[in-house]
């Protein structure tokens, strides 16, 4: 059974950063499409980034493109999301996902596994 296991979550003042990690285990990461989610209270769970099973290629939600970045670390069965420039608005449960895909796209659903979140939370 695959496990996913966030962390690195905290509390940043704006303008600050933060790096998550999500442990894989049950399986081999490099098997696994990979991707991150937020979810706001009150809000529906959103995507944030994703990643393809060699790192090679990358997507983002707009908002984000220009100040996180995600990656993996096959050889420690690990992915990460860097982000930079926190703004209050980044506050929320950030969810780490994988499916065995070879891609998969945005939706929430779409993804088998999942970690059970860390919280960002980003103070003005």
């Known amino acids: 059974q695959v496990r996913l296991a966030e962390s690195g979550g905290g509390l940043v003042q704006a303008g600050g950063s933060l790096r998550l990690s999500c442990a894989v285990s049950?399986?081999?990461?490099?098997?696994?499409?990979m991707a991150w989610f937020r979810q706001a209270p009150g809000k529906e769970r959103e995507f944030v980034a994703s990643?393809?099973?060699?790192?090679?290629?990358?997507y983002y939600e707009d908002s984000v493109k220009i100040r996180f970045t995600i990656s993996r670390d096959n050889s420690k069965n690990e992915a990460y999301l860097q982000m930079s420039r926190l703004e209050p608005e980044d506050t929320a449960v950030y969810y780490c996902?994988?499916?065995?895909?070879?891609?998969?796209?945005?939706?929430?659903?779409?993804?088998?596994?999942w970690g059970q979140g860390t919280q960002v939370t980003v103070s003005s």
């Open positions: 996902a994988a499916d065995p895909s070879s891609y998969v796209n945005r939706g929430s659903a779409l993804y088998d596994f």
């Open positions: 990643v393809s099973r060699s790192g090679e290629l990358t």
């Open positions: 049950g399986r081999a990461a490099e098997s696994l499409f």
